[in-house]
């Protein structure tokens, strides 16, 4: 079984203090840190026996997780499995890099980063230093930014900065209305923000989500995806495999790309193929070979 599995432990604890999330600044108790900290250890373990299988993990904590030492280490095991396809994680990449070469040359092209820019909360040269050496130690990443007014400049900075061959994606502010004069500024930095702009409509239409994809929180209920709370089972007794299957969304609308992304009446497989956990693009948008 092809299984790619979006994991939510209890962690939500920021480095970074950005007015637009409600996380910013948490600090987690240490009671709070080990119980994220054995969630995680559990759920590796798991991942690494089912050989007989081909998995896929993208990492997506409410708070930073690569500040922890529990999160690196989660990623540079798992990329050592010969049945583990992809291990991704979002982050701000605040933490350092070189622990990335522990994996080895196999398993870095195996592990993945999705990469947010936060202006205001690191200065652009520390951000831009970073993703050089994610370059240097050839791991894959995409770079990307919240689409917020005072966020263009930076983001425009960003991509001249960076090289063609990274993506840079742009989220649509949530609650904020693009007029079509922003959502053309923010366009031309990323060709794709069209699919962002707007709510997806996702009712009754099929959805990979629950069949080849799913959500796994710490303690191993597993869910179609974060955004819909029924459960599908466990994912430590195995009661999940039952409920896997096609399915429609019972949601009137999606607006995450974690979550449209799998929309089957969307081309994003095909826009994102080979990079769908981590958000590269099969081949680069037309507009970002020019610069914004």
């Known amino acids: 079984m092809d299984l790619t599995i979006l994991y939510r432990g209890p962690l939500a604890s920021c480095d970074y203090d950005c ?6 600044k948490r600090r987690d108790s240490p009671e709070q840190l080990r119980a994220d900290r054995a969630a995680l250890e559990r759920f590796t373990a798991w991942a690494a026996a089912q050989t007989g299988d081909r ?5 997506t904590p409410w708070g930073e997780g690569l500040v922890r030492s529990w999160y690196r280490r989660a990623l540079v095991e798992l990329a050592r499995l010969p049945h583990i396809r992809r291990v991704a994680i979002q982050t701000n990449i605040s933490s350092r890099t070189g622990w990335l070469a522990e994996a080895g040359e196999a398993g870095r092209e195996k592990i993945a980063l999705w990469c ?27 770079v990307g930014v919240v689409g917020l007014d005072g966020h263009l400049d930076e983001a425009r900075r960003l991509r001249a900065a960076l090289p063609e061959e990274v993506y840079l994606w742009v989220n649509a502010a949530e609650g904020h209305t693009y007029t079509d004069e922003e959502a053309d500024r923010w366009t031309a930095i990323d060709p794709l923000f069209p699919y962002s702009r707007h709510p997806h409509r996702s009712a009754g239409l099929p959805c990979r989500t629950g069949e080849s994809v799913v959500s796994v929180d710490g303690d191993g209920t597993v869910r179609r995806c974060h955004f819909v709370p029924a459960e599908l089972g466990n994912l430590y007794d195995g009661s999940y495999r039952r409920a896997l299957g096609p399915r429609t969304c019972p949601l009137a609308v999606c607006d995450c790309h974690i979550g449209y992304v799998h929309l089957e009446t969307l081309p994003l497989y095909d826009v994102f193929a080979g990079g769908v956990l981590e958000r590269i693009p099969a081949s680069l948008p037309p507009l970002l070979a020019g610069r914004a």
């Not at 007015?19 to 910013?24: D, K, L």
């Open 19 to 24: 007015p637009y999330c409600p996380f910013a």
């Open 55 to 59: 998995i896929s993990v993208l990492f």
């Open 116 to 142: 947010t820019y936060h202006p205001g909360q690191t200065p652009y040269e520390r951000f831009l230093s970073k993703c050089r050496e994610l370059t240097a130690l050839g791991i894959r990443h995409s």
